[in-house]
């Protein structure tokens, strides 16, 4: 198992706002590992991958009719606006109750989309009372212009309850266009956004004690404008458990994004990779990893997270007309179960597992479970991420064929 030193080295690799333990856990299973109280550090790992997994996360969206609040939400969550799921577009908004939507690979995360206040008979504060907004983590007030004071009343009685906001001014590249189109000899992009800005801040200030962010984003286009920061902002402001939920929900469309997962999943594996070194200093209680049994499952699932499933390569295989098992061989993924001696992972962990499973516990087995859970996972993890990236330059991809997955097994594997 780790030293305490080498656990706090390990996390401040990571910027405090991207953390998924706050400082006090981690100080706590650090102090416990220099106590030798294994059993209480082991606890407190528990917990902490618990909460973490477990983490609900409830982000709500409201606006006005005609903000482009559907198509945001589709943003969010990484769907087409005519996938299964996603919240209908291009329709008026003539609910009065809000509406779930849950991610479609995160059943944790739901975002709710609110009848804007302006479409509804009630005040702001039993707007608040009626949409229930104590069941949130943050809200999203969307605009397609300047902010009405509708929505800057509703800011107002959001932050009179000490909660986090956010003012979104959607359709931004529609602006854009617009101003291109109406003044070309002398349109100017970041003059024209500065303006936007600028008119959003003064009606938000002329209401508010304070004055807000304002986020300039087009849902067409998640890896522009202020989109990025958005995500950035929302995630730095979560509390630590909830920042890994988070940042699997975002879309893989940026080398900054992938390397937030990237980072998110690695302080996960590291925790895991503790806590099976903890388990395996009790006796019996580390025989068998169950955890890394099914390697196909446990790769899989990193492969989602990173937009890297079945369903998702067909899709992009479609666009370049080829079929699935034939983009595939531009991947490393696929050929990942394959070493150069012709051994697969599969082959050698069944041998390690075994092998482990005649082990009752001591400090050479906390050894090898740390080093093994660590290095796996790593293993998984860095190639899902790698192939994410190469994915973001589709073109150079195909240049540059890759070939099998080879990498070379620690002394610790045989």
């Not at 082991?42 to 982000?59: F, T």
């Not at 938000?204 to 958005?230: C, H, K, Q, T």
């Amino acid at each position: 198992m780790a030293c305490a030193s080498s656990i706090d080295a390990f996390f401040k690799n990571f910027k405090r706002e991207n953390q998924i333990l706050s400082e006090d856990t981690i100080t706590l299973i650090t102090s416990y590992i220099q106590k030798n109280k294994l059993q209480e550090a082991l606890s407190v790992i528990h917990n902490a991958l618990k909460d973490i997994e477990n983490a609900p996360l409830n982000i709500a969206v409201t606006g006005e009719t005609g903000t482009g609040k559907s198509t945001f939400i589709n943003a969010l969550m990484g769907m087409g606006q005519e996938d299964k799921g996603a919240a209908p577009t291009g329709v008026t908004e003539t609910t009065m109750e809000r509406m779930p939507y849950p991610h479609p690979k995160l059943p944790r995360v739901t975002i709710w989309d609110l009848p804007g206040i302006g479409s509804t008979k009630f005040p702001p504060q039993d707007y608040l009372t009626k949409m229930k907004f104590t069941d949130y983590d943050f809200f999203i007030i969307t605009s397609a212009s300047r902010f009405k004071e509708n929505d800057a009343h509703l800011a107002r009685a959001i932050q009179m309850l000490k909660m986090n906001f956010y003012f979104v001014r959607t359709k931004i590249d529609n602006d854009i266009n617009n101003e291109q189109v109406s003044h070309p000899a002398t349109f100017n992009e970041e003059d024209v956004l500065m303006r936007i800005r600028d008119d959003c801040s003064n009606h938000l200030r002329a209401v508010l004690s304070s004055e807000p962010p304002v986020f300039l984003v087009s849902s067409l286009d998640v890896s522009g404008y202020d989109f990025p920061n958005l995500e950035a902002t929302l995630l730095s402001d979560l509390p630590a458990h909830k920042r890994h939920t988070f940042m699997l929900s975002l879309n893989s469309v940026t080398v900054a994004t992938i390397n937030l997962k990237r980072d998110s999943l690695k302080q996960k594996v590291f925790l895991e990779a503790l806590k099976a070194g903890a388990v395996a200093t009790i006796p019996l209680g580390g025989m068998i990893m169950e955890d890394l049994e099914d390697l196909n499952e446990t790769f899989n699932l990193y492969r989602s997270y990173f937009g890297l499933d079945d369903a998702s390569l067909e899709n992009i295989a479609r666009d370049f007309k080829m079929s699935e098992s034939e983009f595939k061989e531009y991947l490393r993924f696929p050929q990942f179960f394959e070493t150069d001696n012709k051994v697969t992972f599969k082959k050698k962990l069944g041998k390690y597992i075994q092998h482990m499973s005649s082990v009752i516990g001591g400090p050479v087995a906390t050894g090898i479970y740390y080093r093994k859970t660590y290095y796996l996972q790593n293993l998984f993890l860095d190639t899902a991420a790698n192939d994410a990236i190469a994915l973001l330059n589709r073109e150079n991809l195909f240049e540059n064929m890759v070939g099998p997955y080879v990498s070379n097994a620690p002394d610790f594997w045989d």
